[in-house]
């Protein structure tokens, strides 16, 4: 007699083997399942027939997450002061300053307000900190970010304004930002908001300090497009000398 594996042999109860399609084992084929798992938010049949030690538990890493939907806004509701939060205003300070005309003492907290009515926000000093270019965000929203630029060269003619010119068109924007690795003037590196001309292989950015003329690119020269955030009110990076 032939062996029958893990099958049962039943002369008044025939029943047809199977082999499991993941061990290889013979079964009798009533024994075997389908193995199903999922895909995004339903169980789909895998079509393969295996036994009951064969057969895994769906893999719920393969499962869609069904997000809830928002919660309803609530009626008048009190958010914080972001934009009041964010501003930092120029205030009147010591020694205390005395109306001319009354006499009374102005409050340290009186705003300087220009001839328009605009109030004086204080001005950022010196390069931004806490930036590094190895940790540039990849990704905002559909846009990649940390893409190198192939530059051809990183000149200056001796004030604040570096240029780059590049082997072809970099595709930035006035504004748009980058992050500029391994120059041999340190004072030209960092994050810098840049300017764009019609020229599309040239753009340039502003430095905090002015720099010696001459090329600055070196063979570990790495100029990468960057997203940071900005202080607020702020279309682009500050970069002001002391």
Not at 21 to 34: E, P, V
Not at 36 to 57: H, Q, S, Y
Not at 127 to 139: R, T, W
Not at 211 to 226: D, P, Q
Request: glycine residues 8%.
């Amino acid at each position: 007699m032939r062996p029958h594996g893990r099958a049962r042999v039943d002369s008044r109860n025939p029943q047809a083997f199977g082999i499991c399609d993941r061990c290889g084992f013979l079964y009798n084929h009533t024994n075997l399942s389908w193995q199903f798992d999922w895909a995004g938010v339903n169980l789909i049949n895998k079509r393969i027939l295996v036994c009951e030690a064969c057969n895994d538990t769906p893999q719920e890493q393969l499962r869609a997450i069904v997000l809830p939907a928002d919660p309803t806004p609530i009626i008048n509701a009190r958010v914080d002061l972001f934009a009041e939060a964010e501003t930092d205003y120029v205030t009147i300070s010591a020694p205390t300053v005395t109306d001319p005309v009354t006499g009374i003492p102005i409050p340290s907290t009186t705003y300087i307000v220009s001839e328009d009515g605009v109030n004086y926000n204080t001005q950022p000093t010196g390069v931004p900190v806490g930036l590094d270019g190895n940790a540039i965000m990849p990704l905002q929203g559909t846009v990649s970010y940390g893409k190198v630029i192939p530059y051809l060269s990183v000149t200056s003619v001796g004030n604040g304004v570096v240029t780059v010119t590049c082997y072809s068109a970099h595709g930035l924007v006035t504004n748009d930002q980058v992050s500029v690795e391994g120059l041999t003037n340190p004072l030209a590196m960092g994050f810098y908001s840049v300017i764009v001309t019609n020229n599309p292989l040239v753009f340039s950015y502003i430095t905090s300090s002015r720099v010696k003329s001459g090329s600055f690119a070196t063979s570990t020269t790495l100029i990468r497009t960057a997203k940071v955030g900005l202080p607020y009110g702020y279309d682009k990076i500050p970069q002001v000398g002391p």
